[in-house]
């Protein structure tokens, strides 16, 4: 049997064993946790050091941002109407403030990733995995690979239609800060004895609208984030069977002066709360290091995309995105090089200005089959993919050790710590 076969079938074991053994691994889980402990043990096998690392999260608050700015709408059109028939500036002041509010919410939450209402929720435990491979000599380089170890709960109209989804998330957002700047007019207006938005049919348009899709948002609220926890085989446990079969390489062939830390992130599917604590607490140690996240490689006619950039406009290493794609061409592997409209954990690694990138699956077109549904199983993996993300990450090692890329010109050489 040859090297390619021996990794893919080592891959499959972790992936299926992982599966059959601890199941979808909710974030803050019993499950979660059970497997975080997996990997431990695992990497203990394979590297110089492993060891889990607990934190402190607010899980709650994942589901709550999702459905708030539905509410806001909802809430706000019937005080427009209560407006509307009487005329009472109470009616404008009181969803001003939710409108308000909303806004905030998204910004943080949503658009920023800070975790503004979090402190609300109930505090809960989830754990980051890292194992290290020490060079023989003086370190003077250090390569994070990572990935997540949580799997999400479904998201049920994932199952029919993404661009309903996408309308689903993208317009009470939207409605939120059109209305918060229909208020504060309306204010202005009522401040000026004028009740309507201009003239009378204006305001009843808008409120024959807004009234019209409250049926559309009442059915985001039950079907947009279920509690039916998926198995997550390619989101995102094809990152563990990578970070294992390297483990499982390096051990053989020990680097002279690179060293090498393999981590799992807890709760990244919940907002990369893992990854921030992990590279918030390790900043000393990562602030010079070269970080390079899985997530979600293995999905069928698919490529490898190198990240460029995030939601919210978030810059990743474009110089990492490079180098990735420079050796992907060489070994003709099909990938892509752009942005996603989504976070990985390489998000919280560029928020603390560490060089980061991250390597996902998409279709040349469109968009990712069986993402967050229960579709997500081993079945449905292509097995050449998490290769080639192999095959890609052992090169990328090697050309940092040898020095023979450009990236170590942006002061990557480290002392002794």
Request: hydrophobic share 45%; proline share 4%; charged share 20%.
């Amino acid at each position: 049997m040859g090297e390619e076969s021996k990794v893919k079938e080592y891959m499959r074991f972790v992936i299926q064993d992982i599966c059959e053994c601890i199941g979808p691994r909710p974030p803050c889980s019993p499950e979660e946790a059970e497997c975080a402990q997996y990997l431990k043990e695992r990497l203990g096998e394979l590297v110089d050091e492993a060891q889990i690392e607990e934190f402190i999260c607010h899980p709650g608050s994942y589901r709550a941002q999702f459905r708030l700015p539905m509410l806001s709408i909802m809430c706000v059109t019937l005080f427009y109407w209560l407006y509307f028939l009487f005329q009472n500036a109470l009616f404008l002041i009181i969803p001003l403030c939710i409108l308000i509010a909303a806004v905030i919410i998204i910004q943080t939450n949503i658009m920023l990733n800070v975790e503004f209402i979090d402190p609300l929720f109930k505090k809960e435990r989830s754990t980051n995995v890292v194992g290290k491979l020490y060079p023989e000599g003086e370190v003077e380089r250090r390569i994070v690979i990572g990935g997540h170890h949580d799997s999400n709960w479904e998201f049920p109209i994932l199952r029919k239609s993404w661009k309903l989804f996408g309308l689903l998330m993208a317009l009470p957002i939207i409605l939120n800060y059109f209305l918060l700047a229909a208020f504060v007019l309306k204010l202005i207006l009522h401040s000026l004895s004028n009740p309507y938005l201009f003239f009378l049919e204006l305001d009843l348009t808008f409120l024959i609208f807004l009234t019209a899709f409250i049926p559309f948002l009442i059915y985001g609220i039950f079907n947009t984030v279920s509690d039916r926890p998926v198995m997550g085989a390619n989101d995102n446990l094809t990152s563990l069977a990578v970070i294992l079969a390297l483990a499982a390489h390096l051990k053989k062939t020990r680097l002279k002066n690179t060293e090498i830390w393999l981590v799992s992130h807890g709760c990244e599917e919940i907002g990369d709360r893992g990854s921030k604590r992990f590279s918030r607490k390790h900043l000393d140690k990562l602030i010079d290091a070269i970080v390079i996240n899985i997530d979600m490689i293995g999905g069928k006619n698919t490529q490898l995309r190198f990240i460029t950039s995030e939601l919210v406009f978030t810059k990743l290493s474009s110089e990492i995105a490079d180098e990735l794609a420079k050796i992907a061409k060489g070994l003709s592997i099909p990938h892509q090089k752009k942005m996603i409209g989504a976070y990985t954990d390489s998000f919280a690694y560029a928020q603390n200005k560490i060089q980061s990138c991250s390597i996902v699956g998409f279709p040349e077109k469109g968009v990712p089959s069986h993402y967050h549904t229960r579709e997500d199983t081993i079945e449905n993996l292509e097995f050449d993919n998490l290769w080639d993300c192999f095959q890609i990450l052992l090169k990328f090692i090697d050309k940092v050790e040898n020095e023979e890329t450009f990236i170590l010109k942006k002061s990557l050489v480290i002392k002794q710590q």
